[in-house]
C-alpha cells in the first residue's frame, strides 16, 4: 500500500489495533512520515476490495540481529479472522525478509496479549526476551484555577 486513497482505506483495520489514531488523515501523515523516516511499509490482504488484514514493517539493522525485518503491525479484523490472513501476511514477509538477504524476522506483542501470543507460536515465532520501554513525555492534564 503506497499511495494516499490505498493508506487511508487501511484505517478501519489499522484502528482496531491502534485506536488511539484519530481518523484515516491521522494514519496517512504518520504512515508517511514513517516511511520518509523509517522505510516503513505496509502490506495488505484484501477482500473484493476492502482491506481486511494488514502488516506494517520495517527493514533494520543492528548489532544484535544483523539486518532484519521488524513487524510494526500485524492485524485482521474481527469480522474476517480464521481466513488465515495473519499466516498468509506472515508468509509474505518472510519472502520479503529473505529477499533483502535478513537473517530474522522480529516482532513485539504485549504480555497480556495471549491470543496473539498463542498465534504466532502456531507460526513458529518465539520468545527471545522482554521489550522494556518507558514514556518520554507525559500527556498534560488539562487543569483549572
Not at 484505517?11 to 523509517?38: G, I, S, T, W
Not at 537473517?103 to 513485539?108: A, H
Amino acid at each position: 500500500m503506497d499511495n494516499a486513497d490505498q493508506i487511508r482505506s487501511a484505517f478501519p483495520v489499522m484502528q482496531q489495533l491502534r485506536p488511539h489514531l484519530n481518523d484515516a488523515d491521522d494514519l496517512l501523515e504518520r504512515v508517511q512520515r514513517m516511511q520518509q523516516n523509517a522505510s516503513y511499509r505496509i502490506l495488505a490482504v484484501l477482500d473484493s476490495t476492502n482491506v481486511i488484514a494488514l502488516a506494517g514493517y520495517r527493514l533494520q539493522e543492528n548489532l544484535i540481529y544483523g539486518p532484519f525485518l521488524y513487524v510494526d503491525d500485524l492485524v485482521t479484523l474481527d469480522t474476517e479472522r480464521g481466513q488465515r490472513c495473519g499466516a498468509r501476511l506472515l508468509s509474505a514477509l518472510q519472502d520479503i525478509a529473505r529477499d533483502a538477504k535478513c537473517t530474522r524476522l522480529v516482532l513485539d506483542t504485549g504480555i497480556g496479549n495471549s491470543l496473539a501470543q498463542r498465534f504466532y507460536f502456531r507460526q513458529g515465532l518465539l520468545g527471545h526476551g522482554m521489550h522494556f520501554s518507558m514514556p518520554l513525555i507525559e500527556k498534560s492534564a488539562s487543569t483549572t484555577e
